[in-house]
Nanobody
Framework: QVQLVESGGGLVQAGGSLRLSCAVSGSNLIIGAMAWYRQAPGKQRELVASISGRGITQYEDSVKDRFTISRDNAKNTVFLQMNNLKPNDTAVYFC?????????????WGQGTQVTVSS
């Protein structure tokens, strides 16, 4: 069984910082691309940032130069460092992982962590 455990969300004032973590566990697991999505109330889930297995990163335009995605392959963990947070960043943030579990490729999601930015 593959599990994704997220942490690091919370309430912060505008201009503040938060660091999200997502630890992936499971036996016989090969992890590929990892990503963070977010979903604000009444809106569709959107891709915030992604990182390939080789470390190539991509960002949604509104978070470029403020957010940094990284990964620790030894710990099967992906991070999202969020700086200069804005009220529009308020959303539930979800970890997303592409992985092969016992040789079968699939997409896995975390449970979500709430990020609230006050003005």
């Amino acid at each position: 069984q593959v599990q994704l455990v997220e942490s690091g969300g919370g309430l912060v004032q505008a201009g503040g910082s938060l660091r999200l973590s997502c630890a992936v566990s499971g036996s016989n697991l090969i992890i590929g691309a990892m990503a963070w999505y977010r979903q604000a109330p009444g809106k569709q889930r959107e891709l915030v940032a992604s990182i390939s297995g080789r470390g190539i990163t991509q960002y949604e335009d509104s978070v470029k130069d403020r957010f940094t995605i990284s990964r620790d392959n030894a710990k099967n963990t992906v991070f999202l460092q969020m700086n200069n947070l804005k009220p529009n960043d308020t959303a539930v943030y979800f970890c997303n992982v592409a992985a092969q579990y016992w040789g079968r490729p699939s997409i896995y999601w975390g449970q979500g962590t709430q990020v609230t930015v006050s003005s």
